[in-house]
């Protein structure tokens, strides 16, 4: 049992750093005095988590290019575990801390080609290599079946793996939540693809596969300069249980923006009268991050120091995009 605590599971500035705690208890109910478990923070563009802890993406929802965010929590040794994030953009995110399992990914599977629906079968599969040949896949289908496995990648060494991929029908391959291998439509090519792993990080991993008729077989082997071609082993294969199950929609307001870090671009050192000139300010974070801030408000005043009589008058700057104003 867990709970989860902090400023940032419910409302946060942009810009301004967000810390979040976990507190673990025994089953009892008695707050535990010693660490040693591996929590994550997760943070997600708005989604509704699924039964098998799954988040789908709400696509109503704009997306913020900083998310997902999938950062250790900081083991304070005492049952306490903290963890920080920063979001720069205004907008609606989905938080949630996860408790990684090794030895293996979820999996689920489909009555149809096209993982649509409730899932005939969730569970968690540790090997990933299959041979249906004309069986059943499900309880009920052989044929015109989908299935998908997510979860986390550990690699044991920091180098180039080469992932090798064979299946009867189609498969997709995304890797840190990009599609790396696309063959959903064509059978029964194998593929490959060398991507270059970090030990001791855990990279996002999913894998979807589909079969229309007939046969049906699907595996997935890597290799690299010092692990031999195999299927991989089960203890770098980890999937993620929410603590409590709970998922957190926080709010992004805009964050303010410090005029000491802020900046100023392409202004004349020398103006002409009657001439259009232009100046570019940018809105930054008190450590002199971009920051985009609609409802920052600038004005530039002009001074007279010639003693010409000219007075003084003022410009303001009007929001463009990307935390710029042009004046």
Same mark, same amino acid.
């Given at each position: 049992?867990?709970?989860?605590?902090?400023?940032? @599971?419910?409302?946060?500035?942009?810009?301004?750093?967000?810390?979040? =705690? @976990?507190?673990?208890?025994? /089953? #009892?109910?008695? $707050?535990?005095?010693?660490? &040693?478990?591996?929590?994550?923070?997760?943070?997600?563009?708005?989604?509704?988590?699924?039964? #098998?802890?799954?988040?789908?993406?709400?696509?109503? #929802?704009?997306?913020? $290019?900083?998310?997902?965010?999938?950062?250790?929590?900081?083991?304070?040794?005492?049952?306490?575990?903290?963890?920080?994030?920063?979001?720069? =953009?205004?907008?609606?995110?989905?938080?949630?801390?996860?408790?990684?399992?090794?030895? &293996?990914?979820?999996?689920?599977?489909?009555?149809?080609?096209?993982?649509?629906?409730?899932?005939? @079968?969730?569970?968690?599969?540790?090997?990933?290599?299959?041979?249906?040949?004309?069986?059943?896949?499900?309880? /009920?289908?052989?044929?015109?079946?989908?299935?998908?496995?997510? &979860?986390?990648?550990?690699?044991?060494?920091s180098e180039d793996f080469t992932f090798i991929i064979r299946g009867d029908d189609?498969?997709?391959?995304?890797?840190?939540?990009?599609?790396?291998?696309?063959?959903?439509?064509?059978?029964?090519?194998?593929?490959?693809? =060398?991507?270059?792993?970090?030990?001791?990080?855990?990279?996002?991993?999913?894998?979807?596969?589909?079969?229309?008729?007939?046969?049906?077989?699907?595996?997935?082997?890597?290799?690299? $300069?010092?692990?031999?071609?195999?299927?991989?082993?089960?203890?770098?294969?980890?999937?993620?249980?929410?603590?409590?199950?709970?998922?957190?929609?926080?709010?992004? @307001?805009?964050?303010?923006?410090? !005029?000491? !870090? !802020?900046?100023?671009?392409?202004? /004349?050192?020398?103006?002409?009268?009657?001439?259009? !000139?232009?100046?570019?300010?940018?809105? +930054?974070?008190?450590? &002199?991050?971009?920051?985009?801030?609609?409802?920052? #408000?600038?004005?530039?005043?002009?001074?007279?120091?010639?003693?010409?009589?000219?007075?003084?008058?003022?410009? =303001?700057?009007?929001?463009?995009?990307?935390? +710029?104003?042009?004046?």
């Amino acid at each position: 049992m867990t709970d989860i605590s902090g400023q940032g @599971i419910v409302e946060m500035q942009g810009a301004i750093p967000a810390s979040v =705690t @976990i507190t673990a208890y025994e /089953e #009892n109910g008695d $707050p535990k005095t010693s660490g &040693g478990d591996l929590f994550f923070l997760h943070v997600e563009d708005l989604c509704y988590v699924t039964d #098998n802890y799954r988040c789908d993406l709400s696509y109503e #929802n704009d997306k913020l $290019p900083e998310v997902p965010i999938f950062t250790p929590f900081t083991d304070n040794g005492d049952g306490t575990y903290e963890s920080e994030y920063v979001i720069q =953009t205004a907008g609606t995110i989905t938080v949630s801390a996860v408790l990684a399992r090794q030895g &293996g990914l979820y999996a689920e599977y489909f009555n149809n080609a096209f993982l649509d629906g409730v899932p005939a @079968i969730s569970r968690v599969e540790s090997v990933l290599e299959y041979d249906w040949g004309e069986n059943l896949i499900t309880e /009920e289908a052989g044929d015109f079946v989908s299935i998908h496995w997510y &979860g986390k990648l550990l690699a044991p060494y920091s180098e180039d793996f080469t992932f090798i991929i064979r299946g009867d029908d189609g498969f997709r391959f995304y890797f840190e939540s990009e599609l790396v291998i696309d063959r959903w439509s064509n059978c029964c090519d194998e593929m490959t693809i =060398t991507i270059p792993l970090t030990a001791g990080k855990l990279h996002d991993f999913r894998l979807e596969f589909r079969e229309l008729q007939e046969v049906a077989y699907f595996k997935v082997e890597w290799t690299s $300069p010092q692990i031999p071609r195999q299927v991989i082993p089960p203890q770098y294969l980890y999937y993620s249980e929410r603590v409590g199950g709970a998922v957190y929609e926080v709010e992004v @307001i805009p964050g303010p923006s410090i !005029s000491g !870090s !802020s900046t100023i671009e392409e202004t /004349e050192t020398e103006l002409t009268a009657g001439k259009l !000139s232009q100046a570019i300010f940018q809105s +930054r974070d008190s450590s &002199g991050e971009p920051l985009d801030n609609t409802v920052d #408000n600038y004005e530039m005043l002009f001074t007279d120091i010639s003693n010409s009589g000219a007075g003084t008058f003022t410009v =303001t700057a009007v929001y463009q995009e990307n935390g +710029r104003y042009l004046a």
